[in-house]
């Protein structure tokens, strides 16, 4: 993501994989990763743009202690897959906006 050039007034939209979910994935961000990928989106949004990060928010404070110049909307949503038959879930999502007007502040 680091190497995309990326236009002012852009929408950024990040869907990491979630942590602790190698398994799900190729590969696993850690948990510097994903604060540089926090810090990139805060970056992306002073130069105009909005950025957004989507993730579980099933990780407590992790998220929320690394983003306290933006907004954090938590989503819930209901889905299903199939794994001998069709399994129903309930899951919870965080969404982290950030936009040029927190740079502002």
């Known amino acids: 993501y680091q190497a995309i050039d990326v236009p002012d007034h852009a929408l950024v939209f990040c869907d990491p994989p979630y942590r602790n979910t190698k398994f799900a994935y190729d590969a696993e961000l850690t948990d510097d990763d994903h604060r540089q990928l926090f810090r990139w989106c805060s970056e992306m949004a002073s130069k105009d743009n909005v950025s957004v990060i989507q993730t579980t928010a099933s990780d407590g404070a992790f998220f929320e202690n690394l983003c306290a110049d933006n907004s954090a909307v938590r989503t819930e949503y209901y889905g299903s ?8 879930f309930r899951g919870k999502d965080l969404v982290m906006v950030w936009n040029s007007l927190a740079h502002q502040r």
């Open 81 to 88: 897959y199939f794994s001998n038959g069709p399994v129903k």
